[in-house]
C-alpha cells in the first residue's frame, strides 16, 4: 500500500515537471537557466531555434562559447573573463542579479559581440530573474529579439522625418507664388491696371477669397506642422492678461462688426499678471473668437471673459451661435475634423482648434469645450499663473501630407 502511495506521488511529479516544462518550451520569448558559472542548464525552444543549434550544443555549455561571442573567438578567454566582458549588456546584468539577487527588467541593448559573424546586428529586450533550484543559485534569462521592432521604429523616425521636411518645403514655396497672385489681384480689385467691369470684379473677389483660404491653410499647416514637431518657439514672459485680452478683442472688433454680430469684453479687476508667450495666447483667443463671431448669426453675442482663480487664469469665450451636436465634441480637436453642418457650411482649415489646443498644452493649461446644438458654445481655457516647462510631442501626422498631395 505505501509502495503504491509512494508510486503515485513519484507519477504526480513527474507530470507535474514535464507541465513546466512543456510551458517553459511554449513560451514564445528565449529563455535561458544559467548558473553562477554561466553555464546554461536549460533553455526553451525559442533559444533553440534563434542560435539554430542542437540542445546537445547549448546544455551545460558556457553562455560566450553558446552564443558565438566575438570576445571568446578571437581573445580565446572563457566568457565573463575576457576585455571586453566588463562592458558586455549581457554577463554585467546576469552577474549582477546574482551579486545582489535582485532582478532586472525591460533592459534594452544591441549585442556587438554575440552572433559572431552575423551580419545584422541583433537588438535584445532583457529580463533577469534570480531563482533558487534545489538549494542551487540560478538566473532565469529572458531574451525577446526586437531587432525587427527596432529597425521598423527607426524607418518610421525616418520616414517621419522625411514628411516633416516635405510639409515645410511644399509650404514655403507655395507661399512665394500666393503673395506675388494674391498682390496682383489686388492691384487689378483696386483699378491700378484700368477699370474693373462689375461682373469682373465679382470673379476677382472670388479668387481672393480662395487664395486667402489658401494661404490660410498654409499658414495653419506651418504652425501645426511646428508644434508637433516641437520646433515652435515660445518665449513665456511675465505678461499683464487684461492687456492680451483686450488685444485680441480689439484685433476681431472689425470682424465682429462686419459679421453684425456684438463682442464683448468683461475682465476681473484683480486677474494681474502671468507667465504666458503673449503672441500665441492672442493667437489663441482671436481663433477662438473668429470661430465664435463666425458661427454667430446677425445680432448675435460673443463674451470674452477672464478671471484669476487661485492659481490660474481661467478665460472664456461663449457665444449664442448654431452650437455642436454632443457626439462632435470629443472631437473637435483633431487635426482636419470638421463638424459638418449641412446648408450652413463655413469656410476652414479644420486645424484651428489643434493648433489652439497644442499651445495651450505648451503653457501646461488644458481647454474644455460645452455647447448645445442652436444655442451656443463656450470655450474655457485653464492656463497657469507659472507655469511648468512642458516637453513637446513630436509626431507629424499622414494627414498633413495629404492635404497637399490629396
Known amino acids: 500500500m505505501v509502495e503504491n502511495h509512494n508510486f503515485l506521488e513519484e507519477d504526480l511529479i513527474d507530470r507535474k515537471h514535464k507541465n513546466i516544462e512543456a510551458i517553459f518550451d511554449a513560451i514564445p520569448i528565449g529563455l535561458l537557466l544559467i548558473d553562477e558559472t554561466l553555464t546554461i542548464s536549460r533553455v526553451n525552444n525559442a533559444i533553440h531555434k534563434l542560435l539554430k543549434k542542437d540542445y546537445s550544443e547549448i546544455i551545460n555549455k558556457n553562455i560566450g562559447e553558446v552564443f558565438n561571442c566575438s570576445t571568446t573567438t578571437t581573445e580565446r ?84 522625418e522625411l514628411k516633416t521636411q516635405f510639409v515645410s518645403t511644399v509650404s514655403h514655396e507655395l507661399r512665394t507664388p500666393l503673395t506675388a497672385i494674391k498682390e496682383g489681384i489686388n492691384i487689378v480689385l483696386d483699378g491700378m491696371a484700368g477699370r474693373v467691369k462689375k461682373k469682373q470684379k465679382k470673379f476677382l473677389e472670388l479668387a481672393k ?48 462688426d462686419k459679421h453684425k454680430v456684438k463682442l464683448s469684453v468683461s475682465l476681473a479687476a484683480d486677474i494681474g499678471e502671468a507667465m504666458l508667450d503673449r503672441n500665441h495666447i492672442i493667437q489663441v483667443l482671436t481663433n477662438l473668437l473668429s470661430n465664435a463671431i463666425k458661427f454667430t448669426p446677425e445680432k448675435g453675442k460673443v463674451l470674452l471673459e477672464a478671471v484669476r482663480q487661485n492659481d490660474e487664469i481661467v478665460i472664456t469665450v461663449s457665444d449664442t451661435g448654431m452650437g455642436m451636436p454632443k457626439d462632435d465634441l470629443p472631437k473637435i480637436f483633431e487635426r482636419f475634423y470638421r463638424v459638418r453642418r449641412p446648408g450652413k457650411e463655413i469656410a476652414g482649415t479644420g486645424l484651428g482648434l489643434p493648433i489652439v489646443a497644442q499651445i495651450i498644452n505648451q503653457h501646461s493649461g488644458r481647454i474644455i469645450v460645452d455647447s448645445k446644438l442652436n444655442k451656443g458654445t463656450t470655450f474655457t481655457v485653464y492656463l497657469p499663473v507659472s507655469p511648468e516647462k512642458n516637453e513637446p510631442d513630436i509626431s507629424v501626422d499622414q494627414t498633413i501630407e495629404n492635404a497637399f498631395i490629396g
Do not use: W
Not at 544591441?110 to 531563482?131: A, H, R
Not at 514637431?229 to 476681431?252: H, Y
Open 209 to 256: 477669397r480662395n487664395v486667402d483660404r489658401l494661404s490660410m491653410l498654409i499658414n495653419d499647416v506651418l504652425d501645426f506642422q511646428k508644434l508637433e514637431s516641437g520646433r515652435m518657439k515660445f518665449d513665456p514672459a511675465l505678461n499683464n492678461v487684461s492687456q492680451i485680452v483686450r488685444e485680441a478683442a480689439d484685433t476681431m472688433k472689425l470682424f465682429a
Open 77 to 160: 578567454t572563457k566568457c565573463g573573463f575576457g576585455h571586453k566582458c566588463r562592458n558586455c549588456p549581457l554577463i554585467k546584468n546576469i552577474k549582477k542579479v546574482f551579486k545582489t539577487s535582485q532582478s532586472v527588467h525591460e533592459f534594452e541593448f544591441q549585442s556587438d559581440t554575440y552572433f559572431f559573424g552575423n551580419p545584422t546586428k541583433l537588438c535584445f529586450l532583457m529580463n533577469i530573474e534570480p531563482v533558487i533550484i534545489e538549494d542551487k543559485r540560478y538566473a532565469v534569462v529572458c531574451l525577446d529579439d526586437i531587432t525587427e521592432k527596432k529597425f521598423a521604429a527607426e524607418k518610421l523616425i525616418e520616414t517621419m
